[in-house]
T-cell receptor, first 117, second 115 residues
Framework: AQKVTQAQTEISVVEKEDVTLDCVYE???????LFWYKQPPSGELVFLIR??????QNEISGRYSWNFQKSTSSFNFTITASQVVDSAVYFC??????????????FGTGTRLTIIP | DTGVSQDPRHKITKRGQNVTFRCDPI?????LYWYRQTLGQGPEFLTY????????KSRLLSDRFSAERPKGSFSTLEIQRTEQGDSAMYLC?????????????FGPGTRLTVL
């Protein structure tokens, strides 16, 4: 069975500090996808990034960067120079990649990030 | 592009009543998912449609729950004889079949409170 663990329940940092959100996953699949979603107070899940299991290249998008390490089954998310608007709950998720299968997402329990002005 | 929409956004009902939620996916998205999210938890998969066919249901989906997607466009989720344990946020997501990564885009959710 697939499992996603986000050990950090809550994190608070002062604005402009960097912060890293951890995600560890378990799967028996050899091919899979990893995702990060942001859930602001309004409640809507906002897609941030997806990663294929066969592509371990790290990615940077503006102040956001993601570090995928297959050897440790981790897919960590770093926000650089945090801003108050980054305050939200962040979810890491995993889905299988086999064609034809249901690609339902297995989510972690989320990390609540609070940026203090 | 219009995003995924859900209606109503909030629903308060008394135990034992039936409720129905609607989800309108992004146009041309032929895959539609329902998830349930309780306080402090991540969303949990309930069911999945490809076009009008319901292809998978979670064990979380008891006999009191039924979902339909009659013409492969919008979907409804009905809960019969609601219980207090049904109180949660019900999220709908859609994706495009030709997207092999099947990235799912979520609606704003329907928050259900059962008194």
């Amino acid at each position: 069975a697939q499992k996603v663990t986000q050990a950090q329940t809550e994190i608070s940092v002062v604005e402009k500090e960097d912060v890293t959100l951890d995600c560890v996953y378990e799967t028996r699949d050899t091919t899979y996808y990893l995702f990060w979603y942001k859930q602001p107070p309004s409640g809507e899940l906002v897609f941030l990034i997806r990663r294929n299991s066969f592509d371990e290249q790290n990615e940077i998008s503006g102040r956001y960067s993601w570090n995928f390490q297959k050897s440790t089954s981790s897919f960590n998310f770093t926000i650089t120079a945090s801003q108050v608007v980054d305050s939200a709950v962040y979810f890491c998720a995993l889905s299988e990649a086999q064609s034809g299968g249901t690609k339902k997402l297995t989510f972690g329990t989320g990390t609540r990030l609070t940026i203090i002005p | 592009d219009t995003g995924v929409s859900q209606d109503p956004r909030h629903k308060i009902t008394k135990r034992g009543q039936n409720v129905t939620f609607r989800c309108d996916p992004i146009s041309e998205h032929n895959r539609l998912y329902w998830y349930r999210q309780t306080l402090g938890q991540g969303p949990e998969f309930l069911t999945y449609f490809q076009n009008e066919a319901q292809l998978e249901k979670s064990r979380l989906l008891s006999d009191r729950f039924s979902a339909e997607r009659p013409k492969g466009s919008f979907s409804t989720l009905e809960i019969q004889r609601t219980e207090q344990g049904d109180s949660a946020m019900y999220l709908c997501a859609s994706s495009l079949r030709t997207d092999r990564t099947d990235t799912q885009y979520f609606g704003p959710g329907t928050r259900l409170t059962v008194l």
